[in-house]
């Protein structure tokens, strides 16, 4: 008889998401500011950087995920140690 995929005997323990892993919430943050801040964000005036704010925040939140995603990454492998 084979063990069941998920017990100690198989090698193999499926984890269940714990508390300690809530920062993996971060990666909704850039969605949600990007859909949110819009309206804000949505002006003719001052440039930014030569850019119209809204593309000024776009932009700015593309690289902000890219960091974000980053943070999640470098926490997932120390969590994982």
């Known amino acids: 008889m084979l063990p069941h995929p998920d017990s100690p005997a198989s090698g193999r323990v499926s984890r269940l998401p714990s508390q300690s ?3 993996r919430w971060l990666a909704v943050l ?3 500011v ?3 801040g819009v309206p804000f964000a ?3 005036r001052p440039f930014i950087l ?3 704010p809204l593309l000024a925040w776009i932009v700015g ?3 902000g995920t890219s960091a974000i995603m980053a943070l999640i990454v470098i926490l997932d492998r120390r ?3």
Do not use: F
């Open 21 to 23: 892993r809530r920062y």
């Open 30 to 32: 850039p969605g949600l």
């Open 34 to 36: 990007l859909l949110c």
């Open 42 to 44: 949505n002006r003719s």
């Open 50 to 52: 030569g850019l119209p």
């Open 61 to 63: 939140w593309a690289l």
């Open 79 to 81: 969590h994982d140690r």
